[in-house]
């Protein structure tokens, strides 16, 4: 057992579990889903029955059927001693956990490899003579590669030299290693809710206490809050997406670009910027900036190619002041020795061509927003799909709060999503799906009309108390 989990915090995880009769299979589910986003890690001590019970207000039986359920599709195990644990991935039922032939794999919102990225690794992989003759890895970068992307930059309008940035395996270990050195336990961290899944694990790894801003599709950020939150709490960090924010596809104005900035040098916080996503667009023109007037040391960019170019391709990079980058490289080799340098050496060479890239990208993203959006619109016309102008997924807003309930029915059809309440920091969004339209166009509509046929079973299923409540809301 490696750590455990108390009715009161399962309790908030699992938000309103309440999606269908009998109550312990909604229960049950709702526990499954936490395993299966791995909020809830294998190994894990869930609490007695009685506990839960009493944090659910519910009967101890419902809470030992729903216990029981769970066991007999290997998500749990009973242990003497230690009450019901978690068990890993891999015990549990396959179908319900990995992709398989035919299944619509929609938890993983990344964009096919780039077509020429083949030829690309062809031409490195010709003078490989020349790279393994050297070490094979580097912590800080080759100097080719963050001239290259202080390059990106200066195209930006954003001044960098070589000597402010670090390339790292990707943007999640640059995230991991940013939280490691910024972050004492205990330390206050703003960050947007809903936001990046592993971003939030990063942070609450190293010990932060997050303080959460809501951003909606509609209204963007919200600004009052986020003042409120920079005053009250005096955060050491604050970790943002301003560039077609995942989940919700939304990009900062410059009015509150500038707010974030005047909010944070007044708290003495450091804006962390996950860029990943900024370069996505598919009609908003060319990125604003932003942040650039800030004081040395306020703002942290981070930023990969695993989006625009492949997932496969573990190449990121941190773009800090100088001294910040400094001990970033103190720190590193207690997380990983550096990055290798064949992969540096293509996305080098992917920088010479970013330009096709980016028109690539767009086109395939328009492609696949443009016919997700219809086939929703068309099959799903209660749900309200927003209008994404770039990015990799749409945050829906659904007509019941049943997300939950609707990512286990439909994951038994052969489509795999993740929940609202996955990019929830503080609970909720039970309300809200996401969908990617990184998927190829056929398996987009077919997944459609997967969801539409689960979405009836669903809410056919609920208690008739939730969905008369929302609907009498809208």
């Known amino acids: 057992m490696d750590s455990r989990i108390s009715a009161r915090a399962l309790a908030v995880a699992i938000g309103g579990w309440r999606t269908r009769e ?33 944090a659910l207000q519910l009967s101890r039986s419902t809470v030992a059927a729903a216990y029981r359920s769970l066991r007999e599709t290997a998500h749990i195990a009973s ?21 398989t032939e035919g299944t619509i794999d929609l938890q993983q919102a990344s964009p096919p490899a780039w077509p020429g990225l083949a030829g690309i690794i062809s031409e490195i992989a010709a003078g490989a003579a020349a790279l393994v003759s050297r070490v094979g890895y580097d912590v800080l970068g080759s100097l080719e590669l963050r001239e290259a992307i202080a390059a990106h930059y200066e195209r930006r309008g954003i001044p960098t030299s070589p000597a402010e940035v670090l390339v790292t395996t990707g943007a999640q270990s640059a995230i991991h290693l940013v939280a490691s050195v910024l972050l004492g336990r205990g330390d206050r961290v703003v960050i947007e809710t809903p936001t990046y899944p592993h971003a ?34 005096m955060p050491v960090m604050a970790y943002l997406m301003p560039d077609f924010q995942n989940p919700t596809g939304r990009s900062m104005e410059p009015g509150e670009r500038n707010a974030f900035l005047v909010a944070a040098e007044r708290a003495g916080s450091v804006l962390v910027l996950d860029e990943t996503t900024a370069d996505l667009d598919i009609d908003r023109g060319p990125a604003p900036a932003g942040f650039v007037g800030a004081a040395p040391g306020g703002v942290v960019r981070i930023g990969s190619l695993g989006k625009t170019v492949w997932g496969g391709l573990r190449v990121g990079w941190i773009r800090a002041e100088g001294d910040l980058v400094r001990r970033f490289v103190a720190a590193r080799p207690a997380h990983d020795l550096g990055t290798p340098e064949f992969e540096q050496a ?62 286990m029915d439909v994951r038994s059809r052969g489509v795999l999503l993740s929940a609202g309440p996955r990019f929830s920091v503080d609970g909720g969004h039970d309300r809200h799906l996401r969908v990617p339209f990184t998927a190829p166009p056929d398996d987009a509509v077919r997944a459609v009309a997967l969801l539409a046929e689960s979405w009836e079973r669903v809410k056919a299923g609920a208690p008739v108390s939730i969905v008369d409540r929302f609907e009498s809301v809208v």
Do not use: K, M
């Open 22 to 54: 009998p109550a312990y299979e909604a229960l049950a589910d709702s526990i499954r889903l936490l395993c299966l986003d791995n909020r809830l890690a294998p190994r894990t001590a869930l609490p007695a029955e009685r506990e839960l019970a009493n």
């Open 200 to 233: 939030v694990d990063a942070l609450r790894r190293s010990g932060a206490r997050l303080v959460g801003v809501p951003v909606t599709t509609d209204a963007g950020w919200d600004l009052d809050r986020a003042e409120q939150a920079f005053a009250r709490t």
């Open 79 to 99: 242990v003497r001693g230690s009450g019901s644990v978690t068990l890993p991935l891999q015990r549990r039922d396959p179908g319900r956990t990995v992709a």
């Open 346 to 407: 293509v996305a080098a060479a992917l920088f010479d061509d970013f330009a096709a890239i980016s028109a690539q990208r767009s086109a395939l993203l328009r492609h696949g927003r443009d016919t997700l959006t219809a086939a929703l619109r068309r099959q799903l016309p209660s749900w309200r799909v927003p209008h994404a102008r770039g990015g990799v997924s749409l945050w829906i807003e659904l007509d019941a709060p049943l997300s939950s309930g609707l990512v």
